[in-house]
């Protein structure tokens, strides 16, 4: 993708995602800024199947090129500023934006993702979500936050400013925080005649915990494996996915109890022998954590508590 392509394509995804917004607002407006959210929230059959009609018109005058069509949906005096602070004054420079798009890039697609609309006042609205633009090459898309402020004037919606920003993909960062303490590489407190050492990290993007394990003698590792750790949004808890070195494997669901975290958890071990067990990590400080495995069964059978080992923190 070429500079022009990438910072055109921000005002696509403006103009794009804003049209959702125009086409909701000028179709839905009941007298007061409470009834439209409150009509927003419990849906109209109607105005729903208006407003996509709506939306799939723009949609068609995307892919026909209509510049002057989609530079209606602003003010005469509307404005535009994308990412990296370029701004656009005026329906007759941002037709001209879009005219130069469409010269130079043809059969481009646009998706669009919005997120939240809340009335300021009856005639003035705030829309923010998240859009996307693509290539017929089948590359990846040019992706933008955007936040847009339309008025209404004379009984229709326009856009009054539209401000992008740089698309971050969502991550569970907000709830796996709550472990980022675990980060780091731990050893226990006590060395014996085998040593077990834990290191947890964070995965690409921040979607997950990695835990790295091993259990070593005489600096010859003896077991180990790795421990994802991610939020479930559908159960709304934590869950773990363990593999070990040996091929087994595992699944455990956790709960917070205070200053403890419990893992209720199942695995198959590499011969097909089922285990069960319950998992309690506790941190004690900053530098030392607490690990016990108990109520544990092999193929239904109990089998005694493991010993209650304290970690240090190495880094």
Avoid: C
């Amino acid at each position: 993708m070429s500079a022009n392509w990438k910072g055109r394509a921000m005002l696509l995804i403006a103009a794009g995602l804003a049209v959702v917004a125009l086409v909701i607002m000028a179709r839905w407006q009941p007298a007061h800024a409470e009834r439209q959210a409150e009509a927003r929230r419990q849906g109209n059959p109607e105005a729903e199947q208006a407003i996509q009609k709506q939306a799939e018109a723009f949609i068609d005058a995307f892919h026909k090129g209509d510049a002057k069509a989609l530079a209606a949906f602003w003010t005469i005096d509307g404005d535009y500023t994308d990412k990296a602070g370029q701004h656009l004054q005026g329906r007759a420079a941002i037709e001209k934006a879009f005219q130069g798009l469409f010269a130079e890039h043809k059969g481009l697609k646009l998706r669009i993702n919005s997120n939240s609309l809340r009335f300021v006042t009856p005639d003035v609205a705030v829309e923010d979500g998240t859009s996307e633009v693509a290539g017929p090459d089948g590359g990846p898309p040019t992706r933008a936050r955007y936040t847009n402020v339309l008025v209404r004037k004379d009984g229709n919606w326009y856009l009054s400013s539209v401000r992008d920003s740089v698309f971050v993909p969502p991550t569970n960062y907000e709830h796996l925080r709550q472990l980022e303490w675990l980060i780091g590489e731990w050893a226990d407190e006590v060395e014996g005649a085998e040593v077990g050492r834990m290191t947890f990290t964070w995965s690409d993007n921040q979607g997950f915990i990695v835990n790295t394990y091993s259990v070593s003698a005489k600096n010859v590792v003896l077991s180990g494996g790795t421990q994802w750790i991610g939020w479930d949004p559908s159960a709304k808890r934590f869950r773990s996915w363990t593999f070990d070195s040996m091929g087994g494997f595992g699944e455990g669901s956790w709960a917070r109890d205070g200053d403890k975290w419990v893992s209720k958890s199942t695995a198959v071990l590499q011969d097909g022998r089922k285990m069960t067990a319950t998992n309690v990590v506790a941190r004690i400080d900053a530098n030392t954590i607490s690990w016990q495995s108990k109520d544990r069964t092999l193929d239904g059978k109990p089998l005694p508590d493991m010993k209650e080992v304290k970690m240090k923190r190495l880094k």
